[in-house]
């Protein structure tokens, strides 16, 4: 089991090396079925240690595993050590299995790129890295892994750079998430100094006490959490993440880098339940950011940002489930919108490799009549999105639902939110699915799909067009796409549909159990919670399906125009305007001020005065050389004389 837990962990990273050794004396596809099987060998081996895990008695289900000892500080040790545990497993699962349909989904994707073997390096860099930051046993390594995430998305996001929107995404996703990774360093400064280890579970038993303590280290993580999963403050750099290609915006949505936050809250829940005031918060977070993301997607007109939006509304869900305590419930939740939310990209990934790297959803309409099989995988993740029964979505989201209710006066309004939410998540998703796909196809989709056979025969992947505003995207088809590019979509598709019942949570809850050993859940709704959670849930959802097809679909009904409102949020609530103001614009004229004041006169001005009196003294030196014997003569006299008198008057 513990050899298997290795195997999964440095299959992608040995992958990432030996595409980046072998550089151009590996083929582009070959360097892609690398990569893939790399992941797949990963999901494989995460198979293995499930079974052996599974036979083991709740009880016993942790082996940490340390293969060297990495950092010795008097009594402080950190070695290189990874935890398997239920949890670390289940993360394990879904990493590797999703990672690895994303990947493969690359491979007809990417197709014809110049960068391709760099892509898949990165890739499988970022795989290894999330892997590493779910399989770490202590605090030091969980923060390698995230810090290598934040590194793999950087490289990513802004993959194609000859793109400066590209650029500028990358840089901002990185700043952002810098600023989580200072506070969770900062909290753990805090733990070595009060606990003098990082490992699990002791870190954690901060005890009775210590409430300032606990709670700074709550905030810390929390701080961590809330900004790789992009939640209310720092959320902006999440909808510019879409500069990357279409498949590793699936990648960072469904199976990496945004649900790390999730993970961190579940992982050390223990200190949490210590801070129970900054639990709150995180759930208040979750449900603040589930109901503005879920506003700002009815204005995005971006086919991969209104699907942006919907990921940063439903991780919010699982932070209000984390930080209500129904852990489980958050996990499930992160699994099953692996599957639609991975599903979703990947469908769009479809249209828009189809239509030469059109994103705009106005230029659209009538896909699915020409594109059938993508239009009903992306209905099938619409729905699960949504939450309609039997799809998965249903399951895992109206548990979350239901946890709040059990949780007092707080938890009715963080439940109200919820709702309201799920309004909106019906609005949103059907909004963009019946603008995109039914009807008669636009003249945009009629002239690109229509011409699709002939363009790819005559101009190839990537050739169709080297003029369009996305040209790294371009591609020439014909129907719905390489077979390489649809079988992970479909197969995203049925675990959509059936994935939910796994857990079904008044009849049987294996996830619950699964997870209980490593967090036992504070919230535990009755089967009279749970129904009515589902029963209003339901029937929210169809209310925003049904006004999305009173507007987008029948057309009947004419919406009215506020345009204060459609102004904020097409600003995104002026969050981005307001940091410009807040900390840009001052830190360009602090940096101008300090360029005028102190580094041109003073830094500046002191360089070029040591330079002019090195070279007056060169000057001054050169003029003594007068090539005269007498004059060297009488120098050396006078020195000896200047010479003896020193000795003399020390003695």
């Not at 009594?75 to 290189?80: A, D, M």
């Not at 969980?142 to 500028?168: E, K, M």
């Not at 099938?380 to 939450?387: E, M, N, P, T, Y």
């Not at 995109?436 to 799909?449: I, T, W, Y």
Request: charged share 10%; net charge neutral.
């Amino acid at each position: 089991m513990i050899i298997a837990a290795w195997i999964c962990l440095v299959a992608p990273l040995a992958a990432a090396l030996l595409i980046t050794l072998l550089g151009t004396g590996i083929s582009r596809r070959a360097a892609a079925y690398v990569a893939t099987t790399s992941v797949l060998g990963a999901f494989a081996a995460a198979l293995v240690v499930f079974a052996k895990l599974w036979g083991e008695s709740p009880s016993t289900r942790s082996h940490p595993s340390t293969a060297w000892e990495w950092l010795t500080a008097g009594s402080f040790h950190v070695g290189l050590r990874i935890l398997v545990d239920p949890l670390s497993v289940f993360m394990m699962l879904v990493v590797s299995g999703v990672g690895f349909l994303i990947v493969a989904y690359s491979i007809g994707y990417m197709d014809g790129d110049d960068e391709e073997r760099r892509y898949f390096a990165y890739m499988a860099l970022f795989v290894f890295s999330m892997l590493l930051l779910v399989q770490a046993g202590n605090l030091v390594i969980l923060l390698a892994g995230w810090g290598l995430v934040g590194l793999s998305s950087y490289l990513l996001i802004g993959f194609w750079h000859d793109r400066p929107s590209a650029i500028a995404a990358a840089k901002k996703a990185f700043v952002m998430n810098a600023i989580g990774d200072a506070t969770m360093a900062l909290a753990f400064f805090l733990l070595i100094q009060h606990r003098q280890t990082l490992n699990f579970p002791d870190a954690f038993a901060v005890g009775p006490g210590h409430g300032w303590l606990v709670n700074l280290v709550a905030l810390g993580l929390l701080g961590g959490a809330v900004a790789k999963s992009a939640q209310l403050p720092l959320q902006t750099w999440l909808p510019d993440a879409m500069e990357g290609p279409t498949p590793v915006s699936a990648l960072i949505h469904a199976a990496t880098m945004v649900t790390a936050g999730v993970y961190l809250i579940v992982r050390t829940h223990a200190v949490f339940e210590q801070a129970p005031r900054v639990q709150e918060l995180a759930a208040g977070l979750g449900a603040g950011t589930l109901l503005m993301a879920g506003l700002i997607a009815l204005v995005q007109t971006d086919i991969k940002r209104v699907i942006a939006y919907s990921t940063m509304s439903q991780i919010g869900y699982m932070f209000l489930g984390a930080g209500m305590g129904a852990y489980a419930n958050a996990e499930f939740h992160l699994m099953t919108h692996a599957f639609f939310k991975a599903l979703l990209f990947m469908a769009a990934g479809l249209v828009i490799h189809a239509l030469a790297g059109e994103q705009d959803i106005r230029k659209m309409g009538g896909v699915g009549r020409l594109m059938p099989v993508t239009r009903l995988a992306f209905l099938i993740g619409s729905l699960a999105l949504v939450g309609v029964p039997p799809f998965s979505g249903f399951f895992s989201k109206d548990s979350i639902i239901a946890a709040a209710m059990s949780r007092g006066w707080y938890g009715y309004i963080l439940f109200a939110a919820a709702l309201v939410g799920t309004f909106l998540t019906g609005l949103y998703a059907f909004r963009l699915f019946l603008i995109v796909f039914p009807g008669e196809p636009s003249p945009f989709v009629r002239e690109h799909l229509m011409r699709g056979s002939h363009a790819a025969g005559m101009e190839g992947a990537h050739g169709a067009d080297a003029s369009a505003p996305h040209d790294h995207e371009v591609h020439a088809h014909a129907g719905e796409g390489p077979f390489s590019m649809t079988a992970p979509v479909l197969v995203l598709a049925v675990l959509a549909v059936i994935g939910g019942w796994i857990q079904f949570a008044p009849l049987w809850h294996p996830v619950s159990d699964w997870l209980e050993p490593v967090a036992r859940p504070l919230a535990e709704p009755t089967s009279t919670q749970e129904a009515l959670a589902s029963l209003f849930a339901f029937l929210l959802s169809l209310a925003g399906i049904g006004v999305a097809w009173l507007i987008y679909g029948a057309g009947r009904w004419r919406v009215p125009k506020y345009a204060f409102a459609q102004r904020v949020l097409e600003h995104k609530f002026y969050f981005d305007e307001a940091y410009d103001l807040a900390f840009y614009r001052p830190a360009v004229a602090l940096a101008k001020a300090f360029g005028r004041w102190i580094e041109g006169p003073i830094i500046g001005g002191s360089i070029k005065e040591l330079a002019a009196a090195v070279r007056e003294a060169g000057l001054g030196t050169g003029r003594l050389q007068t090539g005269l014997v007498r004059t060297y003569a009488l120098a050396i006299a006078a020195s000896v004389a200047v010479i003896t008198i020193v000795f003399v008057a020390v003695r």
